[in-house]
Nanobody, 124 residues
Framework: QVQLVESGGGLVQAGGSLNLSCAASGRPFSTTNMVWFRQAPGKERDFVAIINSRSSTNYADTVKGRFTISRDNTKNTMYLRMNSLKPEDTAVYYC??????????????????WGRGTQVTVSS
């Protein structure tokens, strides 16, 4: 089992920046592939960014070049640096995890471990 807790959300103006964190406890963090999803009101939970246990990354096209995912295995924490925020980035942001031997997936249904989410609101 992995327990995940997000922090760092808030209200920011368009063009601004936010840093999200996801603190993990439980199973070894270093062997867990970690991902950020987001869900806007009335919409599905969408993939944002992923970082695997070897720190390889990938991003949704909508955030590529603006968001940066990273992890610090010594602190059992994953991060999401969000720059040049747009109103359409407004959503609840969730971190999720999955054992690395299960491979890479961008489907929310494949992730067994979830945080409770943190709200990001970008005003125009």
């Amino acid at each position: 089992q992995v327990q995940l807790v997000e922090s760092g959300g808030g209200l920011v103006q368009a063009g601004g920046s936010l840093n999200l964190s996801c603190a993990a406890s439980g199973r070894p963090f270093s062997t867990t592939n970690m991902v950020w999803f987001r869900q806007a009101p009335g919409k599905e939970r969408d993939f944002v960014a992923i970082i695997n246990s070897r720190s390889s990354t990938n991003y949704a096209d909508t955030v590529k070049g603006r968001f940066t995912i990273s992890r610090d295995n010594t602190k059992n924490t994953m991060y999401l640096r969000m720059n040049s925020l747009k109103p359409e980035d407004t959503a609840v942001y969730y971190c999720a995890g999955r054992e690395n031997y299960l491979g890479i997936t961008y489907s929310a249904t494949a992730y067994p471990y979830w945080g409770r989410g943190t709200q990001v609101t970008v005003s125009s």
